[in-house]
C-alpha cells in the first residue's frame, strides 16, 4: 500500500493539514477538488516532485517500509504532455520508460501502439502530434513503466469519446492487475465511475468516499 499520514500541503497558502491517506493494492481511487485547491500539488508531492516538511509518505509492501527514494521504480507519474521534448517521438518515450523503470510492463509497447492505433505517428516527432495523441503517448508510458503505483493528472485530457472508453478499458485492467491508481480531476466528472473510492479535497483536509455502483 502507499500511505501519506499527517501531511502539511503548503504553497502560498496550506492546502491541506494533517491529511491522512491509504492506497491499496488492487483499487482505483479518484481525487476531486476545484480547480486551483491543490490537487497537482498533492500528486507532485506522492510522487517525490516537492517535499513537504510535515508528514510522512510511504510504500509498504510485503511487511517492508520503503520511502520514495527506495521507491522510485514502484511508482509512475508524469504530470502533462507539456513536458515532452517536441523533437522526439512517441516510440523514443516509450522505450525509454520501458528501460529506465526496468519492470515487467502491464502491456507491451507493441500492444500499446495498437490499442491506441498510434500504428501512423508514434515514430515521428511529437511536434507534429496534436493533443490527443500526445495523451495516448502519455498514457500509454503509464503502461509500459510496469509501476505497482500510478498517479494520473487529469488523465483524460484531449481524449475523444472512443479513447475515453479505451482509458477506462485500460485502467480496468491495470486494476486487474492489481495495481494502484490514482487520478485527479473536475468536481462531478463521470469518469469517476470507474473509481472504488473518491478522496475529496475540502476545507484543507482530504474526505475518503466509498463509490455506490448501479448495477
Known sequence: MLKIQNLDLTTKEILLYGANMTLNKGYVYGLSARNGSGKTTLLRTISGLRKELTGTIMIKENDNTLNLLNSKRKLFYYETSEWFDLNLSGLDYLKFIESTWRN?????IEELISFWEMETYIKRPIKKYSLGMK??????????????????DEPTIGLDTNSLRRFERLITSLKNNNTTILFSSHQNDTLYKICDFIYEMEDKSLKLISVTREE
Open 104 to 108: 515487467k510492463p502491464h502491456m507491451s
Open 135 to 152: 495523451q495516448k503517448v502519455l498514457l500509454s508510458m503509464y503502461a509500459v513503466s510496469g509501476a505497482s503505483y500510478l498517479l494520473f
